[in-house]
């Protein structure tokens, strides 16, 4: 079963730093895109950074400067290291990747793949 598999989160203070992992546990499939998402009590969940195979980064605007998104090609993973932490980061957050299977005897199919999510919490 392809799952992707996410580490990290938990409780922090305000100013402090977390770091998240995610890899897919499958080389089967060309990743497009991976990224992070992030749904608040609420609310909706919420784009925060994305990384495509070219190493591209986008960030949503509250997390700018704050957060770095980066990847391991070779081991299927993404990373997002997140500093200077705030409240209102405070969210479930989710590992996605878009990802394509390519095969001789069938048309390319994209799959994307969500995270089970992680807890991040910044006490204030």
């Known amino acids: 079963q392809v799952r992707l598999v996410e580490s990290g989160g938990g409780l922090v203070q305000a100013g402090g730093s977390l770091s998240l992992s995610c890899a897919l546990s499958t080389n089967i499939f060309t990743i497009n895109a991976m990224g992070w998402y992030r749904q608040a009590p609420g609310k909706q969940r919420e784009l925060v950074a994305t990384i495509t195979s070219a190493g591209s980064t986008n960030y949503a605007d509250s997390v700018k400067g704050r957060f770095t998104i980066s990847r391991d090609v070779a081991k299927n993973a993404v990373y997002l290291q997140m500093n200077s932490l705030k409240p209102e980061d405070t969210a479930v957050y989710y590992c996605?990747?878009?990802?394509?299977?390519?095969?001789?005897?069938?048309?390319?199919?994209?799959?994307?793949?969500w995270g089970q999510g992680t807890q991040v919490t910044v006490s204030s």
């Open positions: 996605n990747a878009d990802t394509t299977y390519y095969s001789d005897y069938v048309d390319p199919v994209e799959y994307v793949y």
